[in-house]
């Protein structure tokens, strides 16, 4: 997490968008403490994507262009 930490606050991040494979139970353990890190310690915004075999594009990009929205919005981006 100190690093994930370090890189957001080093090149200023807008956002960050937390990808996962759907059942990978090591890495399902890591995204709350991820989101968590950013959101709270370094104040970033966070999308939650997940993904199985196959990678749902239209989908990933509708929730993408209304997560860029809220940055806009929240003149974050």
């Known amino acids: 997490m100190d690093h994930i930490v370090k890189l957001a606050k080093e090149y200023d ?14 890495h ?3 995204t709350p403490a ?8 370094v104040g970033v915004p966070t999308i939650f994507l997940e ?11 509708t929730r993408v262009e209304a997560f860029l929205e809220i940055l806009r ?4 981006f």
């Open 28 to 30: 399902e353990l890591d």
């Open 51 to 61: 993904f199985d075999v196959t990678v749902p594009i239209g989908q990933f990009k």
């Open 34 to 41: 991820i989101k968590k890190a950013l959101e709270n310690d």
């Open 73 to 76: 919005e929240d003149d974050l």
């Open 13 to 26: 991040i807008q956002g960050a968008i937390v990808m996962q494979m759907k059942f990978c139970d090591p």
